[in-house]
């Protein structure tokens, strides 16, 4: 419980630094890197010790949907924050990003539950969780960038941009939004393959879903990525197929709690 709080502290203290410059309220914290990266990398840190305590229990491990969207949490977390010194068009998802946190350890803490699994001997399979989760934590930032472009595009066109600095360039979150696009739909491809190599019932009755969803949602991204490439798409057709890519994957995930 103490690393919850001083994970949720720690969230807390680097939001106070993001919000009131989005917001323009406080500009002498105006582009305070050092601060939003150390107060980021506490609560990553503290985030990750608080859950592996749930996490980790005596007969083996505890897969419940709160202790999940915790991973899939803390996994945004530690991305967001370690491409914090280069990416500036982080800063908008970011915000977002640490509520979350804030929300998942309050949750995955307060809420109990058992879904008890013994994995640490299937080093195959834990391989292939792994690689869903990351996948999955670069898609829904992705979509945080679909939105981040999306207001960004529409503010232009209204010719209501405002000039904080953290506001990045259209063009470059463009560039950004297809990178993690790309690099996630790469792990998707790699869960798919190991999904079906080391989830011998991969294609159960009982599983079935996950597979299918799954494979629909990599059709979906696949449409998207070439939509980017040859049809420079952004707007909406880009936050629809965003959106519609990540709730088929939650179904998929969060539907079989991902095993």
């Known amino acids: 419980m103490l690393f919850a709080i001083l994970a949720i502290v720690a969230y807390l203290g680097a939001l106070l630094w993001i919000v009131p410059t989005l917001a323009h309220i406080d500009t002498s914290k105006m582009l305070n890197i050092k601060a939003v990266l150390g107060l980021g990398s506490v ?3 503290f985030h990750l010790i608080n859950l592996s305590q749930l996490f980790f229990v005596g007969e083996g491990q505890n897969f ?3 202790n999940v969207s ?3 949490s803390l996994s945004l977390s530690f991305i967001a924050t370690l491409a914090l010194p280069r990416w500036k068009t982080v800063w908008l998802p970011l915000s977002i990003i640490y509520a979350l ?3 998942s350890v309050a949750l995955s803490s307060f809420i109990s539950g058992s879904v008890v699994k013994q994995l640490t001997e299937n080093t195959g399979l834990l391989f292939h969780l792994s ?11 992705a979509l945080l960038y679909a939105i981040e472009q999306k207001w960004l595009d529409s503010r232009l066109k209204r010719k209501k941009m405002s000039f904080s600095p953290l506001l990045p360039p259209l063009m470059t979150v463009e560039r950004h939004f297809f990178m993690l696009i790309l690099i996630a739909q790469a792990l998707l491809t790699v869960t798919l393959v ?4 080391y989830l011998h019932d991969f294609f159960a009755p009982e599983h079935i ?3 299918i969803f799954s494979f629909i949602a990599w059709i979906v991204y696949s449409i998207l990525l070439l939509g980017l490439w040859k049809l420079h798409w952004r707007g909406n057709r880009v936050l629809i197929y965003s959106i519609s890519g990540i709730m ?3 179904v998929a995930y969060f539907g079989s709690r991902l095993v």
């Open 64 to 66: 419940t949907v709160m």
């Open 248 to 250: 088929l994957l939650t």
């Open 101 to 103: 946190g804030i929300v």
């Open 131 to 141: 690689i869903a989760i990351l996948s999955y934590a670069l898609f829904f930032m």
């Open 70 to 72: 915790s991973m899939i």
């Open 43 to 45: 609560a990553v840190i």
């Open 209 to 211: 879903h996950k597979a």
């Open 194 to 197: 190991t999904g079906m190599i």
